[in-house]
């Protein structure tokens, strides 16, 4: 061919460039960068007031921090969430079972207690029982002012609420469990024990963990709301302490750097346990 008719041939058009070759180029986000910034200098300007107010008086707040009388408090606080913890789950596992059972009675039973105690408020509920010997003055030939005390209220009030909840936890995992896991357990011969500890509870767990780990985490800030009654928990302890020194400020900060502390340990430990349970289940977090 020649040159004067390549030169009459006109060019190609350009072809469109493939998909895979074209540049990618991030979207511009100058609003959530903004919104990040903006919380950044607010989050700074508070910690900077938090630490520089005098008012707070840290030098008192490391004073008192790891006195007895604030350990002894704490010490009651950790025992009564774990006690209080352990009963509800024990009694709301009960209750749960009531309730999913086919007897008519048991369901109703346990239904009408979860409806109750989760109606009344936990401190209405605490001054009831701190109050009964106004009702029944002597319980099994005994005074009930000397069967009460102050640490069994605690006990008995929040355990009582605490297993309304822990019955709906566990009722909630079971029922999560996909029927069809039972009926091949079932078809295997498993017994009964066997397919409850092998199947069902194995995959109940991973929804029962997450919200069994918060109720812990506010059974545990829930305890403070015993000191109405002189149980001499962690912040009862502090309490005392600023109606005689008249520090009230510092002494509350060490009620909640202590709070503050136990249950970020206490979440640390819950994401672990999660984890444990979601073996299998998903892309490893």
């Known amino acids: 061919m020649s040159s004067d008719t390549l ?18 180029v991030p979207r511009r986000r100058l ?30 707040v490391a004073d008192y921090f790891t006195t007895d009388a604030v350990l002894r408090g704490l010490w009651l ?27 008519p009675v048991l369901r109703s039973v346990g239904w009408g207690y979860v409806w109750l105690f989760r109606s009344i408020p936990i401190l209405v509920q605490l001054l009831l029982w701190f109050n009964i010997g106004a009702l029944y003055p002597q319980l099994f030939g005994v005074r009930t002012v000397d069967l009460f005390t102050p640490i069994a209220v605690a006990i008995i009030g929040l355990t009582l609420h605490e297993a309304a909840y822990a019955a709906e936890v566990v009722r909630g995992g079971i029922l999560s469990v ?68 008249y520090q009230v400020i510092p002494l509350l900060m060490v009620a909640t750097v202590w709070y503050t502390l136990v249950t970020s340990v206490l979440s640390v430990g819950q994401y672990y346990v999660e984890r444990h349970y979601a073996r299998g289940t998903g892309p490893a977090r």
């Not at 030169?7 to 990618?24: E, G, Q, V």
């Not at 919104?35 to 938090?50: E, F, K, Q, T």
């Not at 606080?77 to 079972?97: D, E, K, Q, S, Y």
């Open 31 to 60: 609003g959530q960068w903004t919104a990040a910034v903006a919380v950044l200098v607010l989050l700074a300007l508070a910690v900077n007031s938090v630490l520089r107010n005098e008012a707070f008086q840290w030098d008192v």
């Open 77 to 103: 606080t950790l025992w009564l969430t774990a006690v209080v913890m352990g009963l509800g789950f024990a009694l709301g596992t009960l209750l749960a079972a009531a309730r999913l059972s086919t007897n």
């Open 7 to 24: 030169a009459k041939t006109p060019a190609a058009p350009d072809l469109p460039r493939p998909a895979d070759t074209l540049p990618i």
């Open 178 to 245: 996909d029927r069809g896991q039972i009926e091949a357990a079932q078809a295997l011969g498993l017994s009964r024990w066997r397919r409850w500890w092998r199947i069902v509870l194995p995959q109940a767990m991973r929804a029962i963990v997450p919200p069994a780990g918060n109720m812990l985490i506010g059974t545990l800030k829930g305890t403070s709301i015993v000191s109405v009654i002189a149980v001499q928990d962690l912040l009862f302890s502090v309490q005392l302490v600023y109606h005689r020194t």
